[in-house]
Each structure stands twice: as structure tokens, then as C-alpha cells.
């Protein structure tokens, strides 16, 4: 499944917040820290805790099947008392765009 519009149901399973379910929110985002630029970031309206950084976000194709769409980069808590429980998406196209060498192994 790709990331194709708004909407979009995804969930995450975290090492702090187990599993929890949210909505894509914002498509092809990007952030900077002046140092470092990311581009085609995700952002889903669920809040992760510390320590999700690194899992799975998923969708389900069925009771018995998920579908890997991305790695939970971070997330936003109270940033200028504005902008709350947000988490940032990294894809996984994205990653085979950067990463060389790398196989996907699908099971059916």
C-alpha cells in the first residue's frame, strides 16, 4: 500500500506504545534542523512515546495481514502550543531509494 492521499489509515507498533491507529495528515513534507534536510516525510496524527523512534508503521489488508509502509522517525508534543501528537513517517520506498543493496522479502 502507498501513501496516496489524506486520510490514510496507518498504524504503529512502538517499544513504549504498543499498537495504535491514526490518519495520514500531511503528504510530502520535509523537515530541517539547519543541519540536516529530510524530504518526503509522512505525518500521521497519532502520538508515539520516547522510544517508538525506529517501528513499524503499518496498515491492515486483513485480520491476519499488514502491509510495512514506513518507519516512525519522531514525533511532535507540544511544539509552540500549536501543533500536538504528531508523529513523523519516514516511507519505506524511500529507504530503498537511499539504502543500496537492499532486498525486500515478501510473504504471500
Excluded: W
Excluded at 25 to 31: D, E, S
Excluded at 67 to 89: A, C, E, P, Q
Excluded at 90 to 100: A, D, F, G, K, W
Aim: charged share 15%.
Amino acid at each position: 500500500m502507498t501513501f496516496n492521499c489524506n486520510g490514510t489509515h496507518l498504524c504503529l507498533s512502538g517499544f513504549m506504545s504498543h499498537v495504535k491507529c491514526g490518519y495520514v495528515i500531511v503528504l510530502n513534507g520535509f523537515t530541517s534542523s539547519g543541519e540536516y534536510f529530510r524530504d518526503n516525510i509522512f505525518v500521521a496524527d497519532f502520538r508515539n512515546i520516547p522510544s517508538d523512534s525506529g517501528g513499524p508503521i503499518f496498515s491492515y489488508k486483513s485480520l491476519m495481514q499488514v502491509s510495512l509502509n514506513g518507519i516512525v522517525m519522531g514525533g511532535l508534543f507540544d511544539f509552540y502550543d500549536d501543533i500536538n501528537g504528531i508523529i513523523r513517517i519516514i516511507t519505506i520506498s524511500s529507504i530503498l531509494n537511499i539504502i543500496e543493496n537492499l532486498e525486500v522479502v515478501t510473504v504471500p
